[in-house]
């Protein structure tokens, strides 16, 4: 092999090397928990839970997780996107009136980090419109945030909600192994990450039931994350 032909070999060796950690980086993203600063847990020895749910409201799988939730008498926290809600405005009006809380996850996930607060408080207005409320937690995309970041968003009034139990269910990896990656992690005070919209989440509804019923017999139950961090021993 010629000199040539071997540093293109070469090079070409490093940037397979470097998009492969790129990806795998990605896809670890929303595994990205306890950022100083951010609420991911509760201290609490109490058996109960806060599940959360993301990237809605979605017009085919929200209603499907809402049925499941009145069925089994839980209340979540979700975290609406502006844009989603801006669409789907009912679907607010039926998380409120069901006993669910509200989280603020941007208006459209996909925007440059300057504007963050302009996502942030386009997604506060369409929810107060639709339901005379504002929101009070807020969920960055990915889960990442910078310390500025943090410090602006507390000081409009928010607070940056994390978790500390990933289903993996925006994988798509199977019904199985979504109830077994929340089952494996739990622990009392935990903030459980799921996903009712973004993408196509029948895998997510499929396991909830299973979820649900899998936790409350292990004596657990279920609030919204006002609720989880009215409980915490460190907050009294």
Excluded: C
């Excluded at 032909?5 to 993203?29: A, D, E, R, V, Y």
């Amino acid at each position: 092999m010629s000199r040539r032909k071997l540093i293109i070999t070469f090079l070409l060796l490093i940037i397979t090397i470097g998009l492969f950690s790129l990806s795998q980086h990605m896809l670890s993203i929303p595994s990205l928990v306890r950022t100083p600063g951010t609420y991911y847990m509760s201290h609490t020895q109490e058996k109960v839970v806060a599940l959360t749910f993301d990237d809605g409201p979605d017009p085919i799988d929200t209603p499907d997780v809402l049925n499941i939730l009145k069925a089994k008498k839980v209340r979540a926290t979700f975290f609406v996107l502006g844009k989603a809600a801006q669409e789907n405005p009912y679907l607010l009006k039926r998380l409120i009136n069901e006993g669910h809380e509200i989280g603020n996850h941007s208006f459209t996930h996909n925007y440059p980090q300057s504007k963050f607060m302009v996502e942030m408080s386009q997604t506060d207005q369409v929810v107060f419109e639709a339901t005379g409320s504002h929101t009070y937690f807020y969920r960055p995309p990915r889960g990442l945030v910078t310390k500025t970041q943090l410090e602006t968003i507390k000081q409009n009034g928010h607070i940056v909600a994390l978790w500390s139990v990933d289903s993996k269910d925006w994988r798509n990896p199977g019904v199985k192994q979504i109830v077994d990656n929340v089952m494996r992690d739990v622990f009392p005070g935990a903030i459980i990450l799921m996903h009712d919209g973004g993408y196509q989440r029948s895998q997510t509804v499929k396991s909830l039931g299973t979820i649900l019923d899998s936790l409350q017999n292990l004596g657990y139950r279920f609030v919204t994350l006002s609720e989880l961090k009215s409980l915490d021993s460190e907050m009294k």
